[in-house]
C-alpha cells in the first residue's frame, strides 16, 4: 500500500517543517509515503472564499486517480484514537487498498466536490489547528499509527 497527503500551501515555519521531516523519515521504514503540496492559489484577496475553494479543489482532483481511497482531514469527521486510527489503516491493508490519499484542505476547507469525491473523512481533534500544524500532527499520528501495529515502544498506552 502507498500512501499520500496532499494538503494545500506550503510550510514556511521551520520548526514545523523540522519536525515533519523527522516523521517523514522514520515512516519510510514502515510505508512507501509522500507528501504533495498544491500551491497557494494567487490572488486570493480577488476571490471568494467558495472561488477559492473551487480552484483548490480543481488542483487537488488533479491528483487523485479514480481507484484511490481518498480521507479527508476535517473538522466534522470521524474521531479516532491513535489505536483505532492504527486499526483503521490495518484494514485497508487487509482490504488491499493500492493508494490512500489523506488530504487536508485550504484555509476555507474543502469544496462540494472533494467532499464528494471522498470516501470517508477524520478528525484529529475537535480543536481548530493551522493547517501547518495539522501536517506535522497528521504525520507524527500515521508514525504512531506504525508503531502500534508492529508492537514497538514509541506508543505507551
Known amino acids: 500500500m502507498k500512501i499520500t497527503l496532499i494538503a494545500v500551501g506550503k ?23 509522500s507528501v ?4 497557494d492559489i494567487k490572488n486570493t484577496k480577488n476571490l471568494t472564499e467558495s472561488q477559492q475553494k473551487s480552484k483548490e479543489a480543481e488542483l487537488i ?8 481511497v ?20 490495518n484494514k485497508q491493508m487487509i482490504g488491499s487498498v493500492q ?3 489523506f488530504i487536508i484542505g485550504g484555509p476555507y476547507g474543502f469544496d462540494e466536490r ?18 501547518q500544524m495539522v501536517r506535522l500532527f497528521f504525520v ?9 501495529l508492529k508492537n514497538e515502544p514509541y506508543h505507551h498506552a
Not at 482532483?61 to 484511490?68: E, L, R, V
Not at 480521507?71 to 489505536?83: A, F, P, T, Y
Not at 473523512?121 to 481548530?128: E, Y
Open 11 to 33: 510550510t514556511e515555519d521551520k520548526y514545523l517543517i523540522e519536525g515533519i521531516d523527522k516523521y517523514l523519515n522514520r515512516l519510510k521504514h514502515y510505508i512507501n509515503f
Open 36 to 39: 504533495l503540496i498544491i500551491p
Open 61 to 68: 482532483s488533479k491528483q487523485i486517480n479514480p481507484t484511490d
Open 70 to 89: 481518498v480521507i479527508l482531514l476535517d473538522e466534522k469527521g470521524k474521531k479516532h484514537s491513535s489505536v483505532s486510527f492504527s486499526d483503521y489503516l
Open 99 to 101: 493508494h490512500l490519499v
Open 114 to 131: 472533494i467532499y464528494k469525491r471522498a470516501n470517508t473523512s477524520i478528525s484529529l481533534s475537535d480543536m481548530t489547528f493551522s493547517h
Open 140 to 148: 507524527e499520528q500515521l508514525y504512531r499509527a506504525f508503531s502500534i
